[in-house]
């Protein structure tokens, strides 16, 4: 009589962009999980995305709302990798057949920072100079700040983070705008020279969040990845990309967004802008966590008929809906 030979632990492969950042936030999910899983195999595999390797286009020309993405979901599809990690900001609202987000990790701060050149250091947004030369790729927070500041200079900046900072302080730009979380986590907080409050820059959706994509059928998988979900941020998010989804708005369209929750209450506050920033409506929708996804739907509905449809036609037909 033979006996029964159990079965080795499963090995399971993360996938993840080649970027600093990015491979910092990997990093991070897999140590959660090595900890909460000690007898499973966490392996990280990297992949280039398209986004990765055009670096000298403005993101919004390039018309795609997976740049950091298709590669990695194609990997999963193709079951060269598990699960991906992303920025969760990065990630589409519509996920390919086959492909679900398992799970949302506990928010970082979400807000946009200042990040000024040395000759600045005295100054606040508020107190830059006319003409100062303000660097962002996001057209979100382009279309904020030209509605507010409309006598900066705003110019694109690409790379990454590294070498955003080193062209700030070779002196092509005044200031950047950039992620506080992505600052955060790749330990350069001491350059954060102002969190931009809302009444400026309205975040983007899913911003300072990870967001874990894996085969929508690995049911062991998903219930594992359940582990490092943080439920507070996942409803937060998950009204965030309800709203972002039914404007039918991808990473590149200029809509921001806050969320607050109190108690089992959640409040989210949306914006979208035109890109010059000469129209913008802004509204916010109270409701209960545990429906997240109808108030991000609900406040969608309400944005458009305050105007933000055309404002978005109007944007779609210059930089097109994206894929």
Same mark, same amino acid.
């Given at each position: +009589? ?5 079965? /080795? ?32 195999? &966490?392996?990280?595999?990297? +992949? ?27 990997? +999963? ?71 507010? &500041? /409309? ?36 330990? +350069? ?36 990845? =359940?582990?490092?979900?943080? /439920? ?10 309800? &709203? ?34 000469? =129209? ?28 933000? =449809? ?5 944007? &779609? ?7």
């Amino acid at each position: +009589m033979t006996s029964a030979v159990s079965s /080795p632990p499963r090995t399971i492969r993360i996938g993840s962009r080649k970027s600093q950042l990015a491979l910092v936030q990997t990093y991070w999910v897999q140590e959660q999980l090595q900890k909460t899983y000690p007898d499973i195999t &966490f392996e990280v595999h990297t +992949m280039s995305t398209q986004g990765d390797k055009i670096l000298d286009v403005a993101l919004a020309k390039i018309g795609d709302k997976g740049l950091f993405t298709k590669e990695l979901e194609l990997g +999963m599809l193709n079951g060269e990798i598990d699960f991906a990690v992303h920025s969760l900001k990065d990630l589409p609202t519509n996920l390919p057949e086959g492909l679900t987000l398992a799970a949302i990790t506990e928010r970082e701060n979400p807000a946009d920072a200042l990040v000024v050149h040395e000759k600045h250091k005295d100054k606040q947004i508020e107190t830059l100079p006319e003409g100062a030369v303000i660097g962002t790729s996001s057209l979100r927070r382009l279309a904020q700040l030209r509605h507010r &500041f /409309p006598h900066f200079t705003f110019k694109d900046v690409r790379g990454n983070l590294i070498t955003r900072l080193a062209k700030l302080d070779a002196g092509e730009y005044d200031a950047l705008i950039l992620a506080a979380a992505g600052l955060g986590r790749l330990e +350069m907080s001491d350059r954060i020279h102002q969190i931009l409050p809302q009444d400026i820059s309205l975040h983007a959706v899913g911003q300072g969040a990870l967001g874990i994509e894996c085969r929508a059928d690995d049911t062991e998988l998903i219930t594992l990845l =359940k582990a490092i979900e943080h /439920p507070q941020t996942c409803d937060r998010c998950l009204a965030e990309r309800a &709203f972002l989804r039914d404007l039918e708005g991808g990473c590149q369209v200029p809509i921001g967004v806050n969320t607050e929750i109190s108690g089992e209450q959640l409040t989210l506050t949306g914006i979208v802008a035109s890109i010059d920033g000469q =129209k913008l409506v802004k509204d916010s929708l109270t409701g209960e966590a545990s429906k997240a996804e109808a108030l991000g739907t609900q406040l969608a509905h309400l944005l458009r008929d305050k105007g933000a =449809k055309e404002i978005l036609e109007e944007i &779609f037909t210059v930089i097109g809906r994206g894929s």
